[in-house]
């Protein structure tokens, strides 16, 4: 799997880390000061990118989390299978098959030929927009 780590304390929104072994997006991170019962605690409120389901994580500032590497790539659709899109890198000229963008504007634009940017995230792939 390809993440790195880092301290909850050094997040900020718009970040990305990995909760439940679901990599996601930070929305909104809110800190409790240090009491006399322990150190300081973050409240992290995070979307999952592939589901974008809420996740949510308690944790001490300077405990270790998981970050996602996101390996954006291009590709050009070659066919259009339903749900699914049949996509080739336009580096390594791999094909392979990839679920369809439940998101209007961007499943709007896809059709044989267009050229779209993808992610590879911890071992999955998601479009991410048309070019």
């Not at 009491?35 to 270790?64: C, E």
């Not at 059709?111 to 995230?121: A, M, T």
């Amino acid at each position: 799997m390809s993440i790195t780590y880092t301290t909850v304390g050094e997040l900020k929104v718009g970040s990305y880390v990995v909760i439940d072994n679901e990599p996601c997006r930070v929305v909104d991170i809110t800190k409790a000061k240090t009491g006399k019962h322990g150190s300081a605690k973050a409240n992290v409120v995070a979307t999952s990118i592939f589901s974008g389901a809420k996740k949510t994580l308690m944790a001490p500032v300077d405990a270790q989390v998981e970050v996602p590497m996101i390996d954006k790539r291009v590709g050009q659709v070659i066919a259009d299978m339903g749900d699914k899109l049949q996509l080739m890198d336009m580096e390594s000229f791999e094909t392979f098959d990839i679920e369809k963008p439940t998101e209007e504007d961007i499943a709007g634009k896809i059709k044989s030929g267009v050229e779209v940017e993808y992610w590879l995230i911890m071992g999955r792939r998601k479009i991410v927009r048309v070019k």
